[in-house]
Every structure is written in structure tokens, then in C-alpha cells.
């Protein structure tokens, strides 16, 4: 089945950009049907959605994040990135990868999510 | 968009049923369609247990179920058991310029 595994600096200066990559395995990012999205969570708090990228390479953010992330697509090695600009301590969470399911708009399955702390 | 309104706690006995609300999910733009709930063990990833309001994936309990009554959204853990202890988040999926909205989550305690 398909799995998916984020990978990145776990330690991010403020004002410096945080890069993360998801890999996935078992599946292609250049299935038509799905999307790729990336989730993150603060310690201690809820979910937010960052945005998600389709194969062709049109992404949707989320509107608070906009202006400091990008989301781009690899499909000869598999993979999906993310890069938040202008980080400050607020942008300390887990980031999560996942697939996004077109037809039920689902995000199934996730990444095990990585700490990305923003610290000097 | 806000984030959608969940109680932030609910609790039960071994056995019984609990329901947990989503609230504030858009009309507009297919959100009433496309609800689905997440459930989430400490230290772990999300999981999808309901899709499209009140659809179960393969190998999720029948014990879960989902609705919505107007601008609301609920699941329902019937025979709750020791580890449906977690948090729940609803999200609903609009074709606006937030495509996709969390809840705040709901911390289920088994009593």
C-alpha cells in the first residue's frame, strides 16, 4: 500500500526558510486521481492545511500561508516538497505529508510527521 | 474561513455511545459533501475513519458512523472501547479559496 515519509532539518533559525520532502513509496505521485498535501499541527494543537500540489504542477495554499509557501513536485524521484519562508516560532509544529484522494476529497494515508522546531 | 467549532471534550463508559459536533461547515461549494473525520492516538498520525459525511473505510469499525443536520456534522462511537480513546478532528472540503477546514478536535475519554 502506498506510504508516505517526510524528511528535513529538524531545527529551523528564525527568518530562515524550513524545507521538508515527502517520499512516496508504493504508489506514484503521478496518479491522476489524487492530489498531495501537506498538514501541519503546533505542539499541543489542532491541524492546519498548508496546500496540496497535482502531478501537472498547480498547487493550492492555504490563504493565511500564501504568501510563504510553496509546494513543488519531483515525479522522476517520487517526491513532494514544501518550503515556508520567513519562519518564526509560530511555524513550529509536526508536519504532515499526505495523499489526497480527488473523488472523496480525503487526506488518506499520512506521513509518521516530523518536529520542525524554529529556534536560534 | 474560521476553523470549525468541535467540543473539546467528550466522555463516555465502556459500552456506551458518544456523538461529537462539527460545527460552521460552508453550504457552498460541496461542503456539505465532502465531511470527513480523523481520529488521532497521541504521538501519531491522522486516520481517516469517515469520508463523504457518513462513509466508512475498509477496515474501520461499523462502531463509527457520521451525519450532518444542517450546518452541522457528527460521528457517533457506538460500544465505545478502551482505544477509541483520542482525539477526533472533522475537515470539510469547499471549492473556495480555503479548500479544506479543520476543526478545532475533540479529546475522547474512555471513563
Known amino acids: 500500500q502506498v506510504q508516505l515519509e517526510e524528511s528535513g532539518p529538524g531545527l529551523v533559525k528564525p527568518s530562515e526558510t524550513l524545507s521538508l520532502t515527502c517520499t512516496v513509496s508504493?504508489?506514484?505521485?503521478?496518479?491522476?486521481?489524487?492530489?498531495w498535501s501537506w498538514i501541519r499541527q503546533p505542539p499541543g494543537k489542532g491541524l492546519e492545511w498548508i496546500g496540496y500540489?497535482?502531478?501537472?504542477?498547480?498547487?493550492n495554499y492555504n490563504p493565511s500561508l500564501k504568501s510563504r509557501v510553496t509546494i513543488s513536485i519531483d515525479t522522476s524521484k517520487n517526491q513532494f516538497s514544501l518550503k515556508l519562508s520567513s519562519v518564526t516560532a509560530a511555524d513550529t509544529a509536526v508536519y504532515y505529508c499526505?495523499?489526497?484522494?480527488?473523488?472523496?476529497?480525503?487526506?488518506?494515508?499520512w506521513g509518521q510527521g516530523t518536529l520542525v522546531t524554529v529556534s536560534s | 474561513q474560521s476553523a470549525l467549532t468541535q467540543p473539546a471534550s467528550v466522555s463516555g463508559s465502556p459500552g456506551q455511545s458518544i456523538t461529537i459536533s462539527c460545527t460552521g461547515i460552508?453550504?457552498?461549494?460541496?461542503?456539505?459533501?465532502?465531511v470527513s473525520w480523523y481520529q488521532q492516538h497521541p504521538g501519531k498520525a491522522p486516520k481517516l475513519m469517515i469520508y463523504?459525511?457518513?462513509n466508512r473505510p475498509s477496515g474501520v469499525s461499523n462502531r463509527f458512523s457520521g451525519s450532518k443536520s444542517g450546518s452541522a456534522a457528527s460521528l457517533t462511537i457506538s460500544g465505545l472501547q478502551a482505544e477509541d480513546e483520542a482525539d477526533y478532528y472533522c475537515?470539510?472540503?469547499?471549492?473556495?479559496?480555503?479548500?479544506?477546514?479543520f476543526g478545532t478536535g475533540t479529546t475522547v475519554t474512555v471513563l
Open positions: 508504493g504508489g506514484s505521485v503521478s496518479s491522476g486521481s489524487h492530489y
Open positions: 463523504e459525511v457518513n
Open positions: 475537515v470539510s472540503y469547499t471549492s473556495s479559496s480555503t479548500p479544506y477546514v
Open positions: 499526505a495523499r489526497v484522494l480527488g473523488a472523496q476529497r480525503v487526506f488518506d494515508p
Open positions: 500540489i497535482y502531478y501537472l504542477g498547480s498547487t
Open positions: 460552508r453550504s457552498d461549494g460541496g461542503g456539505y459533501k465532502y
